[in-house]
């Protein structure tokens, strides 16, 4: 008779690691689930979440370059007050030719007031002016 071998029973080592917490998984609506745990998300909610925000912070670019571009919204048709010139004399004093309705005017802009200094003729004007005898 031939005896089998006989083999050593196998010793388990205990694992170095605590053994994780039992976790208990609800289904989605379980009116068993506990109040306390946070509802689970889908990997795509944080998708649809970051495409929305860059929908709307590219709809905002576009509508700021859009003001930009055309101005303040009473200022989109032709506008009748323009400054033409402006010079600097020191101590926050300018000398400005602002025209109105194709009229120029000569100012004089200090931080107390702003003074109408004299009314200008236009060049055209000056030339027709000129040209007559």
Same mark, same amino acid.
């Given at each position: 008779? *031939?005896?089998?071998?006989?083999? $050593? ?5 205990? *694992?170095?690691?605590?053994? $994780? ?8 609506? *379980? ?12 990997? +795509?909610?944080?998708? #649809?979440?970051?495409?929305? $925000?860059?929908? #709307? ?14 101005? /303040? +919204?009473?200022?989109?048709? =032709?506008?009748?007050? =323009?400054?033409?010139?402006?010079? /600097? ?17 000569? #100012? ?26």
């Amino acid at each position: 008779m *031939s005896a089998a071998p006989e083999t $050593a029973p196998v010793v388990e080592k205990p *694992s170095e690691k605590p053994a $994780a917490p039992t976790q208990i998984i609800y289904p989605k609506n *379980s009116p068993e689930r506990p109040a306390g745990l946070p509802a689970e998300k889908s990997p +795509l909610s944080g998708v #649809l979440v970051m495409v929305t $925000a860059i929908a #709307l912070a590219a709809a905002g670019a576009w509508i700021l370059l859009q003001r930009r571009q055309s101005g /303040p +919204l009473s200022a989109r048709g =032709q506008r009748k007050l =323009q400054v033409e010139e402006t010079r /600097p004399l020191g101590n926050r004093q300018y000398l400005v030719v602002a025209q109105y309705e194709g009229k120029k005017f000569l #100012l004089g802009v200090t931080p107390g007031q702003i003074a109408l200094l004299t009314p200008l003729e236009s060049e055209h004007r000056q030339n027709q002016l000129e040209e007559k005898p």
